[in-house]
């Protein structure tokens, strides 16, 4: 019965890593709908992205001391009904300021739900188990743009795909109230048999024989991490991820369809295909994240991102300038789970809890900050600017991730070169 549960509980993982995408794919297609509704500029999508980061970073941060108080299967069912109310609310309102207020909302349902979850699953399960249930964030989010261009083709309005995923959000967290007391077994989550992955099936095995007991280390507090260094940069990793991932992803369409003269239907199928590349990057990622390890993971991803990114601003023939976009979205699919995973070896095992919290909120602030910014320079010179932009902030990362490396060899005293 307990190893039924404990499945049951993975499956709950991977719904709700879904529904945490599915909103995120709707946007980037019903942008150009949703201006011309509220008779908006170009870059007013800064406005909702600092919005829904705002709630997102509150949630985010603060959602250990949250998920402890109501626990991790009501917090997710909160989550869940708060954001799919919000969805909903969104084709109610008639001014622009209400639809971004919504934002807010939808951060805090999103934030809530991402850093539970992250730390969760970092605690409890393997490097590839992560890098699956990431997969399942991308089917999301692939599940998005499919909807919003589908519903635009049959009815003409953006409204019609917001109904339909607030709907299931709902009635997600429906189902995750209902479920909520299988995630209140006394922590003997990891007393109890550990899930692993074997050739992509789930085995039981037993952690008293399987694993040496580990002498506990004391969870620092949280002024002292926030004076760590190492726990900076990985912040800074986070923020430069996210906000790259989500540039494409929302001003992917812009750049078709205003740029470079895509029919919009088309367009939104490449959108579709780009986080389709993404979610197939975790599964593949998924298959080989034990045998490669995070580094070679995640600097193999970059160096791949970085060559799509220059392809899609070299765009010498339409089709290159679209099939850069699927290289982009399969390159960015590993990094974010593997930096999750790596954490620990980044900041050490006493600032864990307080980074993951921390760096999912840093996630948030990049998630915003980045796009926003890509508009603004879009909305100033041109859409075109979107390519370079990635380039840019791949090199960026990088950097970012080098530096994290080397300052967690030295400071923190491990050598994570092969992990």
């Not at 909302?105 to 934030?111: D, H, K, S, T």
């Not at 003409?156 to 009635?171: D, E």
């Not at 508009?375 to 080098?402: H, K, N, Q, T």
């Amino acid at each position: 019965m307990t190893d039924r549960r404990r499945l049951i509980l993975i499956c709950l993982c991977f719904i709700a890593f879904i529904s945490l995408g599915l909103p995120d794919g709707l946007l980037g297609v019903a942008w150009p709908g949703i201006r011309a509704d509220f008779e908006q500029p170009l870059d007013a999508l800064g406005w909702l992205l600092v919005a829904t980061t705002a709630g997102y970073m509150i949630s985010s941060f603060f959602s250990g001391a949250v998920s402890r108080f109501f626990g991790i299967g009501r917090l997710l069912a909160i989550s869940c009904t708060l954001t799919g109310a919000a969805l909903l609310a969104f084709t109610l309102v008639p001014f622009w300021a209400a639809f971004v207020i919504l934002g807010t909302l939808v951060g805090v349902g999103a934030g809530a739900i991402d850093a539970g979850l992250n730390t969760y699953v970092a605690e409890h399960y393997s490097e590839r188990l992560m890098q699956w249930l990431h997969a399942s964030f991308g089917v999301g989010i692939t599940l998005g743009p499919l909807i919003m261009t589908a519903m635009l083709n049959l009815t003409g309005q953006w409204s019609p795909g917001y109904w339909l995923v607030g709907s299931a959000q709902i009635f997600l967290g429906i189902c995750f109230f209902v479920s909520a007391r299988l995630w209140e077994t006394p922590a003997s989550i990891k007393a109890e048999p550990s899930l692993t992955e074997d050739a992509g099936k789930v085995a039981l095995t037993h952690p008293a024989t399987d694993a040496k007991p580990q002498p506990a280390i004391a969870s620092a507090n949280f002024t002292a991490s926030l004076a760590t260094p190492a726990v900076w940069l990985s912040m800074g990793l986070f923020f430069a991820y996210t906000g790259l991932e989500l540039t494409l992803g929302l001003w992917g369409y812009s750049l078709l369809t205003e740029s470079r003269g895509v029919e919009a239907a088309a367009a939104g199928l490449w959108i579709a295909i780009y986080w389709g590349m993404f979610t197939l990057g975790r599964m593949v990622a998924g298959v080989f994240a034990n045998h490669l390890g995070n580094h070679r993971l995640v600097t193999y991803s970059l160096i791949l991102a970085l060559a799509g990114a220059v392809l899609l601003a070299w765009n010498p023939v339409a089709w290159v300038g679209l099939m850069a976009i699927g290289v982009v979205g399969f390159a960015f699919a590993p990094v974010f789970p593997g930096l999750v995973s790596g954490t620990r070896l980044r900041v050490g095992e006493a600032h864990l809890a307080n980074t993951m919290g921390m760096q999912i909120a840093a996630a948030g602030i990049g998630a915003a900050c980045l796009p926003a910014l890509a508009g603004v320079m879009a909305d100033r010179l041109s859409l075109e600017i979107v390519p370079a932009f990635l380039m840019v902030f791949i090199v960026v990362l990088s950097l970012l991730y080098g530096a994290s490396r080397r300052l967690g060899r030295h400071q923190i005293g491990i050598d994570p070169i092969d992990h």
